[in-house]
């Protein structure tokens, strides 16, 4: 059973056009929720961490929310500079700090 | 640049060959991982360190891998007697240690293609 779900898989917008995207997650303590963007090629490039339920956080077009069993990524107003995969990874009260992602969601925008 | 530097780049081996990636974290990050990613898939988790000390390693990670951290700066990753389905993006991480500092930064990873 996956622990970290996002939906969709891939997401056209046009340029303007706002969306959220979707991350599931089933672990017994969420120790942190990290939204990562990955450009084609490139290693994930940090964007939010969110602790706990209830917590926002923004950063220019995206801002990232979380409840109890999901978070979601709110893209405002979108540019074709935003296309990337972007990629939710959890990480558990389990001692140690590895994170567990889910496969990503693809977002193209088109201008 | 003080971020997490990984090299080669890309790396082309024919089966069976030995291959090693190196990783420099970020300076005075006492927390380096390695990750897996295949296409289509999010990163998955191979090995943690603490300074020197290997603390975890995933299931995925079978005998003909082999990471160190011999001086707690930076890493090494081997890989014996490659096979074709070790083809892969190999993402190396670092954190610092804190209470408030689980975050991850990633470097620019290893691409590996085994012919």
């Known amino acids: 059973e996956d622990q970290v779900t996002q939906s969709p898989e891939a997401l056209r917008l046009q340029e303007g056009e706002s969306s959220s995207l979707n991350c599931s997650y089933t672990?017994?303590?969420?120790?942190?929720l990290f939204w990562y963007r990955q450009d084609p090629g490139k290693g994930p490039e940090f964007l939010f961490t969110?602790?706990?339920a209830g917590e926002e956080k923004e950063k220019e077009r995206l801002k990232a929310t979380l409840t109890k069993k999901e978070s979601f990524l709110h893209i405002t107003a979108p540019k074709p500079e935003d296309s990337a995969t972007y990629l939710c990874?959890?990480?558990?009260?389990?001692?140690?700090?590895?994170?567990?992602f889910g496969k990503g969601t693809m977002l193209l925008v088109s201008p | 640049d003080t971020g997490v530097s990984q090299d080669p780049r890309h790396k082309i081996t024919k089966r069976g060959q030995n291959v090693t990636f190196r990783c420099d974290p970020i300076?005075?990050?006492?927390?380096l991982y390695w990750y897996r990613q295949t296409l289509g898939q999010g990163p998955e988790f191979l090995t943690y360190?603490?300074?020197?000390?290997?603390?975890?390693k995933s299931r995925l990670l079978s005998d003909r891998f082999s990471a160190e951290r011999p001086k707690g700066s930076f890493s090494t990753l081997e890989i014996q007697r490659t096979e074709q389905g070790d083809s892969a993006m190999y993402l190396c991480?670092?954190?610092?240690?804190?209470?408030?500092?689980?975050?991850?930064?990633f470097g620019p990873g290893t691409r590996l293609t085994v012919l």
């Open positions: 360190f603490q300074n020197e000390a290997q603390l975890e």
């Open positions: 672990v017994s303590g969420l120790r942190g």
């Open positions: 300076s005075e990050h006492n927390r």
């Open positions: 969110l602790y706990s």
């Open positions: 990874a959890v990480h558990e009260n389990s001692g140690y700090s590895t994170l567990t």
């Open positions: 991480a670092s954190s610092p240690q804190g209470s408030d500092t689980d975050t991850q930064y």
